[in-house]
């Protein structure tokens, strides 16, 4: 339902572009959100957009990441800057939707690896 990519191996201070669609029939997809899952850490959000385009971040990536949506394309995207070692996690997208059902559901994607080498 939810297919993530873009991860990968950077180096410090590098940057990746990671994607998230959502697939299979749906009704309607409100909010989508990016999270990521450090080793040994719980799962964080890490920036939140509606479907009007307003967004949030926490605070340890304002200003270094950016998310965005096409919601012709039931895609977003993060935009990820200038990262440093504690941005390595899996990170995965989110998408709270209305399936073919009329029901609300969240769907979660399987994630994509990003690693940041100092």
């Known amino acids: 339902q939810l297919q993530a990519s873009g991860g990968g191996l950077v180096q410090a201070g590098g940057s990746l572009r990671l994607s998230c669609a959502v697939t299979?029939?749906?009704?309607?997809?409100?909010?989508m959100a990016w999270y990521r899952q450090a080793p040994g850490k719980q799962r964080e959000l890490v920036a939140l957009?509606?479907?009007?385009?307003?967004?949030n971040y926490r605070d340890s990536v304002k200003g270094r990441f950016t998310i965005s949506r096409d919601n012709a394309k039931n895609t977003i995207y993060l935009e990820t800057n200038s990262l440093n070692a504690e941005d390595t996690a899996v990170y995965y997208c989110?998408?709270?939707?209305?399936?073919?059902?009329?029901?609300?559901?969240?769907?979660w994607g399987k994630g994509t690896e990003v690693t940041v080498s100092s």
């Open positions: 957009i509606t479907t009007s385009g307003a967004s």
């Open positions: 989110n998408a709270d939707v209305v399936d073919s059902r009329g029901r609300r559901q969240i769907y």
């Open positions: 299979g029939s749906i009704r309607k997809i409100d909010n």
